[in-house]
């Protein structure tokens, strides 16, 4: 399957760069372009019509989300290569509405293991298309931000963008 990529390289959180394959968006990287290429691995660049239209899509959509007019996106995300425990995560992640969070230990319990918060971090840690699956909406228990992709500044910018107040790390609800 080839892949087409995107990068928008002036943005308030540094440069994000895409890749979207026929089923829809595979990636979404905190960095160059370059960054996301070599940490793919690929050894050519076959493009796809399909992904085309989808990263085409998403410049608009997240220009539109960083400059706070747009709260979710409708790109196509394409779900394969994750483990089921890690899809569902995602997929509960997914349905978190701007500017609203939950905590590592609420995802843990709508999957009916309660005891799997860990698990669960772990889960969004790899979550290979952060921002559109909104991993920073997920804090820990005591509204503490912990680790983040993009890294805590960019945690705390986004969700700041969405209208909620972070201090010091914290989200104070």
């Keep these: 399957?080839?892949?087409?990529?995107?990068?928008?390289?002036?943005?308030?959180?540094?440069?994000?760069?895409?890749?979207?394959?026929?089923?829809?968006?595979?990636?979404?990287?905190f960095g160059k372009l370059s960054g996301l290429k070599s940490g793919l691995g690929l050894s050519e660049d076959v493009p796809s019509l399909p992904g085309l239209e989808t990263v085409g899509a998403l410049l608009v959509e997240m220009n539109?989300?960083?400059?706070?007019?747009?709260?979710?996106?409708?790109?196509?995300?394409?779900w394969t290569g994750m483990t089921?425990?890690?899809?569902?995560?995602?997929?509960?992640?997914?349905?978190?509405?701007?500017?609203?969070?939950m905590t590592y230990g609420e995802i843990?319990?709508?999957?009916?293991?309660?005891?799997?918060?860990?698990?669960?971090?772990?889960?969004?840690?790899?979550?290979?298309?952060?921002?559109?699956i909104p991993c920073h909406r997920v804090i820990g228990s005591g509204h503490l931000l912990h680790g983040y992709a993009g890294g805590l500044p960019v945690k705390s910018?986004?969700?700041?963008?969405?209208g909620l107040n972070v201090e010091n790390d914290l989200v104070v609800l």
Aim: glycine fraction near 10%; avoid cysteine.
């Design 64 to 78: 539109e989300y960083l400059f706070g007019i747009r709260k979710s996106f409708s790109v196509d995300l394409d």
């Design 108 to 132: 843990a319990r709508q999957l009916g293991q309660p005891k799997a918060a860990r698990a669960v971090g772990t889960a969004l840690g790899a979550n290979p298309m952060p921002i559109v």
């Design 157 to 162: 910018t986004l969700l700041t963008l969405e």
């Design 1 to 29: 399957m080839g892949l087409t990529f995107a990068e928008l390289t002036d943005t308030k959180i540094g440069p994000i760069s895409f890749a979207a394959g026929d089923r829809g968006l595979t990636h979404v990287y």
């Design 84 to 101: 089921g425990f890690q899809r569902r995560v995602l997929e509960i992640t997914a349905t978190i509405p701007f500017g609203a969070v």
